[in-house]
């Protein structure tokens, strides 16, 4: 069986209510991402962190996204989460400093080497692939191309880049990712998700997953 034969794993990024946890986690979501940079329309801050990682059950994992932030500020997060997503230029000696399993995002820039990448950040879970746009980070609800991605990748890939309840499934059948990632696909505003989107994008992918 190869590895990558299991159910794809899905992680809702973004999370700011407690509803939208609840939901979550009842619909089996594996991971729940919280945006913990200041500029973004769907950070939190610490103390919501604290209360919202209390509500989250057992085996699911609680993500804790940061951009290009100090170690201390990502410290003080840490008793509240059980992964750390590196969504900025991080390096990996930054990244591996907590002693916590990490993800690092890449943008899909033109020119990104993504075995260079895969060694550069050998210690991390998985490699977070979003699309690239000039000045922003993340979030952006844009795709990129998906046949950019080697089949032959050393790290488990997680998709991630303006998926929606339209273009999961071919997602998950085109790309066979160790998980997808969303966030602005199940919103209606930013940080305000959407019961009916969550519900049918978990629906979606638990379909592609079995073809
Ligand atoms: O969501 C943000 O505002 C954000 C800001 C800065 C860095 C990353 C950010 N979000 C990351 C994600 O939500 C996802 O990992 C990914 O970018 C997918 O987002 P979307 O295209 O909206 O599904």
């Known amino acids: 069986m190869s590895a990558y034969s299991a159910r794809t794993r899905i992680k809702f990024c973004g999370l700011t209510r ?3 946890i609840t939901l979550a986690a009842a619909l089996g979501v594996d991971a729940l ?12 801050t610490p103390a919501l962190l604290e209360e919202l990682a209390a509500q989250v059950p057992a085996f699911v994992t609680r993500v804790g996204l940061f951009v290009n932030q100090p170690a201390e500020f990502i410290e ?6 059980d992964l750390i997503q590196f969504h900025g230029d991080e390096p990996a000696s930054f990244c591996q400093q907590f002693g916590r ?3 690092k995002a890449l943008r899909m820039r033109d020119d990104i080497d993504l075995h260079q990448a895969a060694a550069d950040y050998s210690h991390a879970q998985a490699l ?5 746009r000039p000045g922003t980070p993340g979030g952006t ?27 999961v499934a071919l997602a998950v059948s085109q790309v066979m990712p160790y998980a997808v990632d969303v966030s602005g696909g199940i919103e209606t505003t930013p940080g305000v998700k959407d019961a009916d989107l969550m519900t049918s994008f978990v629906k979606h992918v638990a379909l592609a997953s079995v073809q």
């Not at 991402?33 to 939190?44: C, E, H, L, Q, Y």
């Open 128 to 132: 977070l692939l979003d699309a690239y």
């Open 33 to 44: 991402g919280f945006v913990m940079w200041p500029k973004s329309a769907r950070s939190i």
């Open 18 to 20: 407690h509803e939208d």
């Open 76 to 81: 003080q997060c840490l008793p509240y989460l």
């Open 101 to 103: 399993p990490w993800i």
């Open 141 to 167: 609800g844009e795709t990129f191309d998906w046949s950019r991605i080697p089949s032959t990748l050393e790290k488990p890939v997680i998709l991630a880049g303006g998926l929606t309840i339209d273009n």
